[in-house]
């Protein structure tokens, strides 16, 4: 195994934080966390799906029920390092 691996929580039951945007013109975003995803079985369709099951269901995003969201972009935060810190 090893040295930087992150043993605290399995690829199983993941957290990863997606975020929603509304606008790019007027910058309206908001993030949405979603828990307990299994990264080893979890297709980009099904993060999709699971992304606008809790836009649609959830309190805060009546907002954003409306908009079409059709793309995904991932960021990456390599074992918890601040994006742009080395050193």
């Given at each position: 195994m090893s040295a930087l691996t992150n043993t605290t929580l399995p690829?199983?039951?993941?957290?990863?934080?997606?975020?929603?945007?509304?606008?790019f013109e007027y910058r309206t975003e908001k993030s949405l966390v979603l828990h307990k995803l299994d990264l080893q079985k979890t297709t980009v369709g099904e993060l999709k799906n699971i992304a606008k099951q809790a836009i649609q269901s959830g309190p805060g995003w009546k907002a954003y029920r409306n908009v079409d969201l059709d793309t995904l972009k991932l960021y990456t935060k390599a074992h918890g390092a601040k994006a742009g810190r080395y050193g």
């Open positions: 690829i199983t039951e993941a957290t990863i934080t997606v975020r929603v945007i509304k606008s």
